[in-house]
């Protein structure tokens, strides 16, 4: 009995502390609100368009173009982007760097949302979105496809971030016991993610093995799952760079001074592992290259565009990172992470819907609406990601902070104010 | 409708042997590199 009064008080707890915590924050007139706003609530007209009159109302796409923009860049390219998550926690937490503890957090976080919304923008992509739930419950299961494994992968290891993220969850709410036993999980829960990710990424990129006919030879090869698996790596160590060194700006206030200086370490040592992924990137194309005896290709306009996305934004970056490392020039490092966030777009946009069926006569390029339904995606998140921080304990510790009392009276720590 | 080729692997194997043998030596400069100039004592 006195187990249910305290679960309701909590509960009453919680409510009111989720009322307050709804409430908006900062000013309202901000250049990204300004720009971000409108787009979204375009972006939302156009999907009421896309589910009530079809695919073909807002897109391009058609029997000769399937895949779109939305799968090559939301899905495709958020994927890779999104593989910082792993590429941390297994540093973290089974090589025991600790130097990246900082950094997990926020990792985790853009990680899950990335999922959440470019692997989520999946459903806006199938004719009948409905099907989305027939690998989990069993409907033509279809267990021999490649889309089978990369549905279930997604799915798991969703949950898995969600796991390794939940005890930033129940700081925030004050929930002491639940943190404890969410912590424990922790570990665990990264193993099985890594190689979750480790197989989907792959797995990804396992998805154009069928369509050899259709891809130019350049960018198609049997080797592709190992493509899309390593360049995953040096995709989300650049995509932590960018997103954290624009975090420490917008977030400043968040951070512990102190540690702007460890930062910058943090940053050159991201530096070094891309580097080295991108070297080891670089000669698999190489040798794939040269073993499929592709000299005569580089002749053409397909030619030169490989050689662009090969020496400028595989090779280029891995110079820079290399440099930047050596000189411990943090905005050199800075720059090669976008050059190799750039070279990412272009491999997954080529290799997707570029070089893809190369030799149609009627070439596909993504409608307006398209643009702006990705756009209205990227934004979304970032309004996500940044309710998240200005809220929970991510860029901050939640011990570091005084505590206060609640308006239910209990102590919690003042991060969750 | 899908056409297969026959690949003669020999054919290249030549430069995959030297383009590994680069690439391993290549690998071990660039960690050097990486690390930094030697610290003094």
Redesign the interface.
């Known amino acids: 009995m006195a187990d249910t009064r305290d679960l309701g008080r909590e509960l009453r707890r919680f409510g009111k502390f989720l009322r307050s915590e709804a409430r908006p924050r900062g000013k309202l007139l901000t250049p990204f609100n300004v720009i971000s706003i409108p787009v979204i609530l375009l972006g939302i007209g156009i999907l009421v368009v896309r589910f009530t009159k079809g695919l073909g109302s807002v897109t391009n796409l058609s029997q000769e173009f399937p895949w779109g923009f939305w799968i090559g860049f939301d899905v495709v390219t958020g994927v890779a982007f999104a593989g910082g998550a792993y590429a941390i926690t297994f540093a973290v937490y089974v090589m025991k760097l600790e130097k990246y503890h900082p950094i997990v957090r926020p990792a985790v976080l853009s990680g899950l949302l990335a999922y959440v919304f470019y692997a989520g923008a999946l459903v806006l992509d199938l004719g009948r979105p409905w099907h989305i739930i027939n690998p989990i419950i069993g409907n033509s299961f279809g267990y021999n496809s490649v889309l089978f494994l990369v549905s279930w992968h997604f799915m798991l290891y969703m949950l898995a971030e969600l796991v390794e993220f939940s005890p930033v969850i129940a700081e925030w709410a004050g929930w002491r016991r639940l943190r404890r036993i969410l912590g424990a999980l922790t570990v665990g829960t990264v193993i099985f993610g890594v190689t979750l990710s480790s197989l989907h990424q792959s797995g990804l990129g396992a998805l154009f093995l069928m369509a050899?006919?259709k891809i130019h030879p350049l960018w198609y090869s049997e080797f592709i799952p190992i493509f899309f698996l390593v360049s995953s790596i040096f995709a989300g160590l650049s995509m932590i760079i960018v997103e954290g060194t624009i975090s420490h700006r917008v977030f400043k206030d968040q951070i512990d001074p102190a540690k702007h200086h460890s930062f910058e370490d943090i940053i050159l040592g991201l530096g070094?592992g891309a580097?080295?992924s991108l070297?080891?990137y670089y000669?698999f194309k190489?040798?794939t290259f040269?073993?499929?005896?592709h000299w005569k290709l580089l002749t053409d306009g397909w030619g030169i565009w490989y050689l662009v996305e090969i020496l400028g934004f595989v090779l280029l970056p891995c110079v820079l990172f290399?440099y930047g490392?050596?000189n411990?020039s943090v905005g050199t490092v800075r720059v090669a992470a976008v050059m190799a966030l750039v070279g990412i777009v272009l491999n997954r946009l080529n290799t997707s819907v570029i070089a893809y069926n190369w030799t149609a006569a009627v070439r596909y390029f993504p409608s307006w609406q398209e643009i702006v339904v990705t756009l209205m995606v990227i934004f979304t998140e970032i309004w996500v990601f940044r309710w998240i921080v200005l809220r929970m304990p991510v860029l901050r510790e939640a011990h570091e902070l005084p505590t206060r009392r609640t308006t239910a009276g209990n102590p919690v720590p003042s991060a969750i104010a | 409708m899908e056409t297969y080729y026959y690949v003669n692997i020999f054919e290249t194997k030549g430069l995959e042997y030297l383009l590994l043998m680069a690439f391993l030596v290549l690998f071990v400069l660039l960690v050097k590199y990486l690390q930094g100039p030697r610290k003094l004592p």
């Not at chain 1, 040269?290 to 005896?293: N, S």
């Open positions: 050899k006919s070094k580097a080295i070297f080891v000669f190489l040798l040269i073993h499929d005896r290399a490392v050596r411990r």
